[in-house]
């Protein structure tokens, strides 16, 4: 029986996708227990980069109206996500949390307005 060998990824790359994707959905659930969602429309974590030696990790965030306002009530309860993620993630070292406000739907609507 032959088998196809399998794409060679780097390991820390891999490690880095995975950790990504776990922060990703632990800081989408923290974010939906300690935020009202009526506030804001919808939240969501489009997408997270964790630095090479984590020791931070930008988390994106888009919402579907008021970012101003949701980059306030954010910045008040991130000292309680982070803490609840500490708690979550079994990691020697879990990395700090930078919320970025994510402007690329604004902007594809703002294109899509000029196309028309």
């Known amino acids: 029986m032959f088998l196809a060998p399998r794409a060679k990824l780097h390991p820390m790359k891999k490690r880095s996708d995975q950790i990504n994707a776990l922060i990703k959905k632990h800081v989408a659930e923290l974010l939906r227990k300690h935020l009202r969602e009526d506030k804001f429309g919808m939240l ?43 708690k979550l993630l079994v990691m020697r070292r879990v990395p700090k949390l930078i919320i970025i406000r994510d402007n690329t739907s604004a902007l594809t609507e703002k294109l899509d307005s000029l196309l028309d």
Not at 52 to 78: A, P, T, Y
Request: glycine share 6%; charged share 25%.
């Open 44 to 86: 969501t974590v489009t997408h997270v980069e964790a630095a090479r030696g984590l020791d931070s990790c930008k988390v994106f965030i888009s919402c579907m109206k008021n970012g101003h306002q949701m980059e306030e009530e954010v910045g008040k309860v991130i000292i309680k996500i982070q803490a609840d993620l500490n």
